[in-house]
């Protein structure tokens, strides 16, 4: 895995590589916003029902596995005061 750093609007941002795909850091760019709590900058954003559509249709597009009609339900409770999502480290 190759690992770079870009600069976005005065903003150092990781980008690691892994089998030739680029993946950017989101706590980078939520540092920028809040430096003592990023994951609450993701936090937010992933309670939003845009981002939930749009992961929705980047999921779809893909992955041959998605599961759409379960996605439906999930994707109809965002947005709303009870929905909550936390980013999680995988591996």
Known sequence: ???NKILVQNTE???KQHE??????????ARAKNPDEPKD???NWLRSKTTIEFLG????????????????SFKNEAGSNSFTMSPTRDG
């Open 1 to 3: 895995m190759k690992n």
């Open 13 to 15: 941002v990781s980008i």
């Open 20 to 29: 030739k795909v680029d993946f950017i850091s989101l706590t980078d760019i």
């Open 41 to 43: 900058v993701v936090k």
């Open 57 to 72: 249709l980047w999921e779809h597009i893909n992955n041959s596995f998605f599961k759409g009609v379960e996605f439906d």
